[in-house]
């Protein structure tokens, strides 16, 4: 394999970049990049030449999205703020949680979930950026309330051969998906349960923390809740539980192989008041059956005395073949596996916590 690989690390004090140019043996590292920003959101849009989007949100400057277009060499930041709230809606962004480009007809589209809650497209290759009003005027939207992170959209799937159908998700309120290019959207939330609340099905209210799937079967996804891991395999209309043979159904992150649409990885965590791998053991859970059945990956990972934890946006692959798998820790850590997670090795360590990590051969 001789192709390069990018590996985009986003932490609470800035970026870094992880380059491997001989099939992932050695890689550069670089950064800070964006120092002293929290960057919950990276994308590496490759449908033309490779873009780097990045979602930093600075203390002092607030949220913005900055674009490289020569892999991290020279950034660029709109001279407005890129994504903002129209006056009349009398919000505030607080941070962009989400960019996610569009299908491969759409090389220009580029999608940002922001919290408040709320669905962003952009036009021109994620620079700037327009509310979606038809998720914004939900009727519902009054009623979705903060999690523990805030109240975000934090999953956006764009169809990738339909451009009217689109899901998002969001801590806390659920699924949503369109039909009509954004227009109107519906709650898809059946057969997940929330069990914090009174009903413990509801409509919509549920604490989504991660959906993924694979573009080849688009109508079939995995989904990460708040005490909960699920499958859809009718677009999102149903769901059903697929945590049989894990630790713990508690965890943020769930990513999808980019050939094997039936292979699944996450990484559980006890339960949301204790966020920690089960026994203190890092490792990776993946399913070779669309989550019919589960298997613990750790050759390489610490074996005790791990008590961090991965966020939601922080376990990725790379669309090499075989695929490498990533993730990084809130202890600063990011470990790589270049067998599909049969065996790893920690590629950096002593970044601050890592909240985003997106991968792709460029």
């Known amino acids: ?77 709109p001279e407005h703020a890129p994504v903002a709230f129209p006056p009349d809606t009398e919000a505030a962004l607080t941070r962009v949680w989400q960019i996610e480009p569009g299908p491969a007809d759409e090389p220009d589209v580029v999608y940002a979930g922001t919290e408040p809650s709320a669905l962003f497209r952009s036009e021109d ?23 523990g992170g805030g109240q975000a959209v934090h999953t956006v799937l764009a169809h990738p051969h339909d451009p009217q159908r689109m899901l998002v998700a969001m801590s806390t309120g659920g699924v949503y998906r369109t039909e009509d290019a954004g227009r109107s959207w519906q709650p898809s939330n059946r057969g997940i349960r929330a069990y914090f609340l009174p009903d413990e099905y509801p409509e919509f209210g549920q604490c989504v923390h991660k959906v993924a799937r694979n573009p080849a079967v688009p109508e079939r996804f995995f989904l990460q809740h708040h005490h909960g891991v699920y499958r859809s395999d009718d677009g999102g209309g149903s769901w059903r539980s697929i945590a049989e043979g894990l630790p713990a159904d508690f965890g943020f992150p769930v990513a999808v192989h980019p050939h094997r649409p039936e292979v699944v990885y996450g990484f559980p965590l006890v339960a949301d008041a204790r966020r920690f791998p089960p026994e203190g053991r890092c490792r990776v859970y993946r399913s070779e059956d669309a989550g019919d059945s589960w298997s613990a990956l750790s050759d390489g990972l610490p074996v005790e005395g791990f008590w961090s934890a991965v966020m939601r946006d922080a376990l990725c692959l790379d669309d090499a073949d075989p695929a490498g798998v990533y993730f990084g820790s809130r202890s600063g850590e990011v470990y790589a596996s270049a067998d599909e997670g049969d065996s790893w090795r920690r590629i950096v360590e002593h970044l601050p916590d890592v909240l985003s990590v997106r991968a792709a051969t460029v």
């Open 125 to 147: 290759g994620g620079r700037r950026y327009e509310l979606v009003r038809g998720l914004w005027d939900h009727p519902h939207r009054k009623e979705w309330f903060p999690g």
């Open 1 to 77: 394999m001789a192709t390069t690989v990018l590996l985009v690390i986003g932490t609470r004090k800035g970026l870094w970049l992880a380059t491997s140019r001989d099939g992932r043996d050695t890689w550069e590292v670089t950064g800070p990049h964006l120092p002293m920003t929290d960057v919950y959101a990276v994308a590496i849009d490759t449908r033309r030449h490779p873009r780097i989007l990045a979602a930093a949100t600075s203390e002092h400057f607030g949220p913005s999205v900055f674009t490289s277009d020569d892999l991290g060499a020279r950034w660029q930041e």
